[in-house]
């Protein structure tokens, strides 16, 4: 039920590695809105492949891996960021 949010200054086309991570993530890449741009799942630890959605985003939410499935996740979903310690993503 925790992961990482990624608050960036302004809206880019954003990419991540897994270079020094150790277990797979699902990312979710948000733009400035909180609308949701691109869906990462699983992404393999321990590789410099890069990562990301071809559209601009503003945030970038990790969690563990398979918890965007568990929770039935999906482009159209609304998510709603409010403030550091809480953020609802729901269908």
């Known amino acids: 039920g925790e992961?990482?949010?990624f608050?960036?200054?302004?809206?880019?086309r954003l990419s991540f590695w897994m270079k020094n991570t150790?277990?797979?993530l699902d990312m979710?890449?948000?733009a400035s809105d909180s609308s949701i741009?691109?869906?990462?799942?699983?992404?393999?630890?321990k590789t410099l492949?890069?990562?990301?959605?071809?559209?601009?985003?503003?945030f970038v939410i990790e969690v563990a891996g398979g918890w965007i499935?568990?929770?039935?996740?999906q482009p159209a979903s609304q998510v709603q960021i409010e403030g550091i310690s809480g953020i609802r993503v729901s269908d």
Do not use: Y
Request: aromatic letters at 6%; hydrophobic letters at 40%.
């Open 22 to 24: 150790l277990i797979p």
């Open 37 to 45: 741009v691109g869906i990462e799942k699983n992404a393999q630890p």
């Open 69 to 73: 499935d568990r929770h039935g996740i």
């Open 28 to 30: 979710l890449f948000l």
């Open 49 to 58: 492949a890069s990562r990301g959605p071809e559209r601009h985003a503003t």
């Open 7 to 12: 608050i960036f200054p302004r809206e880019e």
């Open 3 to 5: 992961g990482m949010l």
